[in-house]
Nanobody, 123 residues
Framework: QVELLESGGGSVQAGGSLRLSCAAS????????MAWFRQAPGKEREFVGR????????YYADSVKGRFTISTDNVKNTVSLQMNSLKPEDTAIYYC????????????????WGQGTQVTVSS
């Protein structure tokens, strides 16, 4: 059974940092692309960034480029999202997702989802 389990969410002041982790289990993800999405109250779930497990190549949404970094740990089978210089508009539930597509960006391209972890940034 495939499971993506996020952790590391919490509350932080603007300008601070948080690191989210996604533990992937239940199958081999080496050929998958992993991504982070987020959903703020009353808004659509939006793409944050992705990483190809095979070669570590990344791509980020403009809103987080230069502040957020996605990485993988092949030993622990985890995907991390390092978030720096956080802003109140980064407040959302953050989701980890896995896709078999090469360059997925849209929700329907992802096969597996985690339950999400709350991130709250206060001004």
């Amino acid at each position: 059974q495939v499971e993506l389990l996020e952790s590391g969410g919490g509350s932080v002041q603007a300008g601070g940092s948080l690191r989210l982790s996604c533990a992937a289990s239940g199958r081999t993800f080496s050929s998958y692309t992993m991504a982070w999405f987020r959903q703020a109250p009353g808004k659509e779930r939006e793409f944050v960034g992705r990483i190809k497990w095979s070669d570590g190549s990344t791509y980020y949404a403009d809103s987080v480029k230069g502040r957020f970094t996605i990485s993988t740990d092949n030993v622990k089978n985890t995907v991390s999202l390092q978030m720096n210089s956080l802003k109140p508009e980064d407040t959302a539930i953050y989701y980890c997702a896995a896709s078999r597509a090469l360059i997925p960006t849209f929700r329907h391209e992802f096969d597996y989802w985690g339950q999400g972890t709350q991130v709250t940034v206060s001004s």
